[in-house]
T-cell receptor, first 108, second 117 residues
Framework: ELKVEQNPLFLSMQEGKNYTIYCNYSTTSDRLYWYRQDPGKSLESLFVLLSNGAVKQEGRLMASLDTKARLSTLHITAAVHDLSATYFCAVGLNDMRFGAGTRLTVKP | DAGITQSPRYKITETGRQVTLMCHQTWSHSYMFWYRQDLGHGLRLIYYSAAADITDKGEVPDGYVVSRSKTENFPLTLESATRSQTSVYFC????????????????FGPGTRLTVL
């Protein structure tokens, strides 16, 4: 059974700092998704990674996928308060499995 | 309104009652999904549907029933609600292009907060 683990689950960081969120999964998959969720809101798609070595960047966020290591990273560069949210990775095709989420708080 | 909508947005019910949560999408996406979100568990897939009249179980299907008579609608029914089904329920949809590698980016509705007393 596919299992998805994210770490850390909670992340408090200062504005301007860099940090990485990790997403490990247990069985082979050639696709991985990152979503953002603001408190009380729905999920917003950030990145779709479809192949080994895929790297995508949007603003201060960069996501990568290593299918051999079954690992994806979401790197945050020079964090700003607006990035405060919960970030989820998800793996699979239709029977998709989500990680538990990383609650990111960016403090001034 | 275009997109994916859910109704009701909030629902309080009692143990043992039947509850139906509605999901409607205007994109003509072939795939639709139901998830529940609980603290510490992320999102867990309940059921999904590849097309009208085609449904399949997800990770946590027990206690739920789905149907899909029309492409745009995917109702979720709790036949006899239990307290453990108190949760936030999200519906999602995604497109499928036959003959192409499925992109499968899922688009989520606003959610329904269900409380079972």
């Amino acid at each position: 059974e596919l299992k998805v683990e994210q770490n850390p689950l909670f992340l408090s960081m200062q504005e301007g700092k860099n940090y990485t969120i990790y997403c490990n999964y247990s069985t082979t998959s050639d696709r991985l998704y990152w979503y953002r969720q603001d408190p009380g809101k729905s999920l917003e798609s950030l990145f779709v990674l479809l192949s080994n070595g895929a790297v995508k960047q949007e603003g201060r966020l960069m996501a990568s996928l290593d299918t051999k290591a079954r690992l994806s990273t979401l790197h945050i560069t020079a964090a700003v308060h607006d990035l405060s949210a919960t970030y989820f990775c998800a793996v699979g095709l239709n029977d998709m499995r989500f990680g538990a989420g990383t609650r990111l708080t960016v403090k001034p | 309104d275009a997109g994916i909508t859910q109704s009701p947005r909030y629902k309080i019910t009692e143990t043992g009652r039947q509850v139906t949560l509605m999901c409607h999408q205007t994109w003509s996406h072939s795939y639709m999904f139901w998830y529940r979100q609980d603290l510490g568990h992320g999102l867990r897939l309940i059921y999904y549907s590849a097309a009208a009249d085609i449904t399949d179980k997800g990770e946590v299907p027990d206690g739920y029933v789905v149907s899909r008579s029309k492409t745009e609608n995917f109702p979720l029914t709790l036949e006899s609600a239990t307290r453990s089904q108190t949760s936030v329920y999200f519906c999602a949809s995604s497109a499928w292009a036959p003959g192409q590698i499925p992109y499968n980016e899922q688009f989520f509705g606003p959610g329904t907060r269900l409380t079972v007393l």
